[in-house]
């Protein structure tokens, strides 16, 4: 095992645990890359606050997890799973990006695209589509 996956081994073993499916677990140029298709949004989440647990802030370059919500497809429903503010939504897939909208807490909508793990593509009721942070969506 190497130093990183010593390091990040509490996000791999939560990948395990919540059953993320072609788990792979590759190191390349110092930086470990945790790929594979979760049955749901909580089993995403799993590794998500897995992570959280060991950079509180989620900014650490020497790892990558891309997770992706298996069975989610462009049309599927999303709810918007914010603590009490409302959720953005940017032009582009990053907090840099403009924010172009805003959906509220418990509002339902569309995903357009799972762009990335941390951002997707969404549309609301309205017809505003944008970035939103993967994190506060629940299918």
Do not use: C
């Amino acid at each position: 095992m190497s130093a990183l996956q010593d390091k990040y081994a509490g996000v791999i073993s939560a990948a395990q645990s919540a059953g993320v499916s072609n788990l792979q677990v590759n190191e390349q140029d110092g930086i470990l890359y945790v790929t594979g298709n979760a049955a749901s949004t909580a089993a995403k989440d799993a590794v998500w606050n897995a992570l959280g647990a060991i950079d509180s802030t989620y900014s650490a370059s020497d790892i990558n997890v891309d997770v992706q919500v298996a069975g989610l497809s462009a049309g599927a429903s999303l709810t918007v799973a914010t603590e009490d503010s409302n959720l953005n939504i940017r032009q582009q897939p990053s907090t840099d990006g403009a924010i172009v909208g805003k959906a509220g807490k418990g509002e339902s909508v569309t995903l357009v695209e799972q762009t990335s793990d941390d951002w997707w593509k969404i549309r609301t009721a309205d017809g505003e589509e944008g970035y939103a942070y993967s994190r506060y969506l629940r299918a």
